[in-house]
Each structure stands twice: as C-alpha cells, then as structure tokens.
C-alpha cells in the first residue's frame, strides 16, 4: 500500500484500498478501445517505449483473449491536460481526458502504479486524477551566445515531452534569420530542420512555437512591412506551425520620425503591429496562438507603457513577463498581484532560470533547483497561463533545474522542492553519482536565487578556518573526481570544462596549505584565463586575498 502511494505521489488524487489484479505472463494483453474520436486505435496513439516491457496493445476488434479492456474517452469539461485513470474491479481500465497529452499522463500513471512480483505482473485497482496547475510548461530557446544545435533541439523537445512538459519556443537571440535578418527567409535546408522539429514535437505531443524579433528596425507605418513580417511567418505556417510569438523584447522603444507622429506612444505602435500580426494569423489559420512579449517585460510595478498597450492589444494575445526583474530573485504573490493589475490579460512567465548569458555568467553553471516561486502563481484570477524556462547555453546541465520547475508546474501547491530535489538528482545521476552530484550542484548554484556561499562556508571563511576550508574544497574535488565517470556523453561534454577547474582550485589550495607562495601566485594567474568557475568560489573568497595581503605585507 505505502509502496503504491509512494509511486502515485505526483499526483494530486489517488484512491486505493490496495487491492490487485494478478496477471502471471511475461506481458498482459490490454484491448484498446477509443472513444475520443473515431477509429481511434493503441498503436497509433500509444508511446510504446513506456509500456513496452509490460503490455501488448490489441485493438477493438480483436478476436484474441486480453487480459484488461482500456477505454479511452473525450470529456469537454476536463481542462488542459488533465486526466482521469481508473482501474476497475472488473478489469477495465477507464482514462478521460480532453486533450491527447492527457492520455500520455494517464498511461504514465498506470505504468507507475504498475509492478512486477516474480512471475506476476501487479496491477492495482486505483483511482487516480490530476490537474496540471499550469496549462503552458516548458523551454523557450531565448539566451543570447552560441545557439543550441539541432541536436541538442531535438533532444529538448523529446525531454519536454518525456516529463510532463508541453512547450517549446524557438528564439534563439543569434539565429540571424529571427532577429537581425528578420526580413530574409530560410533556406531549403533550416527549413527541412524546422520540419525536423516540428515533427518530433508532434509526436512528443509538445506545442512548437516560432518567435521572432523584428522590432529593433521595423517602420510601423508601412504596409510593406508588416506584409514582409508576415510573409516570413507564412513560410513557417506552410511547414504546418501555427503557435507565433512576437518579440519586442531588448530594443530601443523612443519613437521617432513618422512612427512618433502617427503613434505617438511606443506601445500604441507595439500594440498595432502585434494586431496586425493577429489579424493575419486569425485570416489564414482556423486555430493558432500568438503571444507577444513587451519592451517593458520584467516591471515590477505598472506604467504608462503597460496600460497604453493593453488598451490598444487584442484581449485575447497573452503578454510575456519575466518576473519583477529580467533575471528575478523571486516572483512572490504579492508581485503577481500587482503585475496581473497592470496586465489584465493572459501572462506567461519567462522565467530567466538557469540562463547564464548576462555579462560574465557563461563562465559560471547555475544548477539550483527551482526556488522563490509563488505557489499563489497557479490562481486563476492572476490569469498565469504557463510558464517557460529560458535554460543555458549547456542544454544537458540546464535539465536539473528544469525538472524541478516541471515538478512545481506540475502541482504547484503540492511542491516539495528538497523532496522533489533529492529524487530528481536520484533520477538523473543514480545511485552510483548521485552524492556526487548533490555537492556538484551545490557548489554551482545560480546566484540570483541563492547565495553562493553556504552558512557553514560562510563561518568558516569568516573565521579563516582553514580546516572546513579545506574539508569544503576537498569535497567539491572529490565530487568532480567523481563525475568524471558519470557515464553520459552530454553531461561531459557540457560539465566536463568545469569539472577540470574544481581541480585546478584543488591544485591551488594544495599549494597554498603548503606554503608555496610563487606557486600558488603562478596558478592564479593561469586561473585568470581559463573561461570557468566553480560558483561557490572558495580560492577567490580566500586564498587570493591572503596572497594579496601577504604581498602587501612585504
């Protein structure tokens, strides 16, 4: 019973007298039978690699025996993607749903509840239901350096689509071609990627957004380009993308020439040209989204600028906000309630976390477990839709804080975030790494949302304890030492750089407690070039100011 809860405890309801069904095969057969819409089948429908080891799915008409009947059923007044699973007495396994990522859920809840005993394959009779608190949850590709490859995009939208997550937002801020070069269209060959990507969020059941960033150069009062903008997205339509965003982020918002004559105000302009984008979208698809993000999109307080341009804004075009700064400590209830007030519209969060492109950051990794976030953000009067992580450039490490965001997305209220943090790092590393990489990231925590020294850190440094200075270091090296076998291509070669200077500083305190004064010179120095630091950054906290101080002394 408490091994059963223990596995369905992602979920918000589960009702169980511990009861099982026993099915001694080496897979159960289950008929699938779909009433969500017509001719309705498993294979065509199901994600096989959840269920593979443990089910073959027949379908409606099969005329051979089954071990349980699965019915899948539309139900109009479930929200987003939320679902019902129930298994019956009678071995029917009833799920609803109104959208298909609900039966992915579902299907995911009765693998979960699922276990095998011996020759015996255990399947519980449960009740279990859930409502995602935030109907948007995923990644927007939106950082400023090297953009992530095709590759690492692919394996973005899979992982979306594996944990619960179902949004992906093109924007990279260096593809050319989204910003700068606005007015060009994609070759044959990003187009054939697009298709690439669009596909696999398809199948991962994932939303693809293609954002674009004209506003540093676009003349607001001509047709002609509001008709290049558009004609640059109907390349996107015509691959079969329908969700837009159009970004107004980062650039100069002082009008000038004719634009200030016609519009007078920024935002009456950035209103007008998002409508136009509307309009466009509303004449040429049946169902679409757009979502705009305005130039004034980390206030922590209302302004001209916002009220202007929900006055001017079709209602129905959600606003971006990253939070009370561009890169926020925290966004409590009490900023939500003033910036929903300023809105009054649909809000999506950007949420700058784990990004670390503002000026020297890429040097650092920010692997802090999502932190200082409102549950109250999921209350339907603030009209948070979703929320979206812009990760790092290191798409393999961002992935940590990412699951726990997707754990608080997923049920905000029932959030847990040392419990959710402890089985994530369990999940990603195993039980072989996974103290390794609990001090790993501790070591690299994102500092606009914790301190980068701990307390015991903290003490120590103050009472220049060389000892727990010393104790903490050789943690870090040891967890590095470690990591190095931590066998996963992406996790090395995206780490890996920092890994090397956990045991360079190791090298430094090594000749610092040895007295080597021109060594341990020496090795700053080098250090001064090498492009990555470890967060929690005890050398420059301590040894080099001793070094100064004893240069001084001289």
Same mark, same amino acid.
């Given at each position: 019973m408490n091994q059963l809860q223990h596995a369905l405890q992602d979920y918000q309801e589960v009702y169980t007298k511990g009861a099982y069904h026993f099915v001694q095969k080496d897979k159960m057969t289950i008929k699938f039978v779909g009433k969500y819409f017509r001719f309705q089948t498993a294979t065509s429908l199901i994600n096989e690699e959840i269920t593979r080891e443990a089910i073959r799915w027949v379908n409606n008409d099969t005329q051979e025996e089954y071990d349980f009947t699965l019915i899948h059923e539309f139900d109009r007044q479930m929200s987003g993607d939320s679902f019902y699973l129930e298994i019956t007495s009678d071995k029917n396994i009833v799920v609803r749903t109104q959208h298909m990522r609900g039966l992915r859920y579902a299907i995911e809840a009765l693998m979960k509840g699922v276990t095998k005993r011996g020759d015996y394959w255990c399947v519980p009779i449960v009740t279990v239901a859930h409502e995602p608190s935030f109907n948007m949850?995923?990644?927007?590709? /939106?950082?400023?350096? &090297?953009?992530?490859?095709?590759?690492?995009?692919?394996?973005?939208?899979?992982? +979306? /689509?594996? *944990?619960?997550?179902?949004?992906?937002?093109?924007?990279? #801020?260096?593809?050319?071609?989204?910003?700068?070069?606005?007015? !060009?269209?994609? $070759?044959e060959a990003d187009l054939e990627k697009f298709k690439e990507l669009l596909a696999e969020s398809e199948a991962q059941h994932v939303d693809f957004y293609y954002m674009i960033s004209p506003g540093n150069d676009i003349d607001y009062t001509q047709p002609s380009e509001i008709k290049v903008l558009t004609d640059k997205l109907k390349q996107m339509i015509d691959l079969g993308i329908r969700n837009f965003g159009l970004l107004l982020d980062d650039i100069d918002y002082i009008l000038k020439g004719q634009p200030k004559i016609i519009f007078e105000h920024s935002a009456i302009a950035h209103a007008f040209l998002v409508n136009q984008v509307n309009d466009y979208l509303k004449q040429t698809l049946a169902t679409y989204t757009l979502v705009a993000c305005p130039t004034e999109y980390d206030n922590h307080h209302d302004s001209l600028y916002l009220e202007l341009l929900n006055e001017h804004l079709a209602p129905e075009v959600p606003l971006f906000w990253t939070g009370p700064a561009t890169l926020a400590a925290h966004i409590r209830t009490e900023d939500i309630q003033t910036m929903a007030q300023a809105y009054q519209r649909p809000i999506v969060i950007w949420d700058n976390i784990p990004v670390n492109d503002y000026l020297k950051d890429y040097e650092l990794l920010f692997l802090s477990p999502y932190e200082s976030?409102?549950?109250?953000?999921?209350?339907?009067?603030?009209?948070?839709?979703?929320?979206?992580?812009?990760?790092?450039?290191?798409?393999?490490?961002? #992935? +940590?804080?990412?699951?726990?965001?997707?754990?608080? +997305?997923?049920? $905000?209220?029932?959030? =847990?975030?040392?419990?959710?943090?402890?089985? &994530?790092?369990?999940?990603?590393? /195993?039980? *072989?790494?996974? *103290?390794?990489?609990? %001090?790993?990231?501790?070591? =690299?925590?994102?500092?606009?949302?914790?301190?980068?020294?701990?307390? %015991?850190?903290?003490?120590?440094?103050? =009472?220049?304890?060389?000892?727990?200075?010393?104790?903490? +270091? #050789?943690?870090?090296?040891?967890?590095?030492?470690?990591?190095?076998?931590?066998?996963?291509?992406?996790?090395?070669?995206?780490? /890996?750089?920092?890994?090397?200077?956990?045991? @360079?500083?190791?090298?430094?305190?090594?000749?610092?407690?040895?007295?080597?004064? !021109?060594?341990?010179?020496?090795?700053?120095?080098?250090?001064?070039?090498?492009?990555?630091?470890?967060? %929690?950054?005890? &050398?420059?906290?301590?040894?080099?100011? @001793?070094?100064?101080?004893? !240069?001084?002394?001289?």
């Open positions: 949850r995923g990644v927007i590709e /939106g950082f400023y350096g &090297i953009p992530w490859t095709h590759e690492d995009r692919l394996d973005v939208i899979r992982f +979306l /689509g594996e *944990e619960r997550m179902n949004t992906y937002m093109y924007a990279p #801020k260096d593809d050319e071609l989204q910003r700068k070069k606005w007015r !060009e269209h994609y $070759s976030r409102s549950p109250r953000l999921a209350d339907t009067q603030y009209q948070v839709v979703g929320v979206v992580s812009n990760p790092m450039a290191q798409w393999e490490a961002s #992935k +940590l804080t990412i699951l726990s965001m997707r754990d608080f +997305l997923w049920d $905000s209220d029932g959030f =847990n975030l040392d419990a959710s943090w402890q089985d &994530i790092i369990q999940h990603y590393a /195993g039980e *072989e790494f996974a *103290e390794a990489m609990l %001090t790993w990231a501790a070591f =690299n925590p994102n500092h606009f949302t914790r301190e980068t020294v701990s307390l %015991t850190q903290s003490l120590a440094l103050m =009472n220049e304890d060389e000892e727990q200075i010393e104790a903490e +270091l #050789k943690r870090l090296y040891q967890a590095a030492q470690k990591l190095h076998a931590f066998p996963n291509d992406a996790f090395q070669k995206a780490v /890996g750089p920092w890994l090397v200077r956990a045991e @360079k500083d190791w090298d430094v305190w090594q000749a610092y407690r040895a007295g080597d004064v !021109e060594g341990v010179r020496e090795k700053l120095t080098a250090l001064q070039d090498y492009p990555h630091r470890i967060g %929690t950054d005890l &050398i420059a906290c301590y040894v080099a100011p @001793k070094v100064k101080e004893r !240069e001084s002394s001289k």
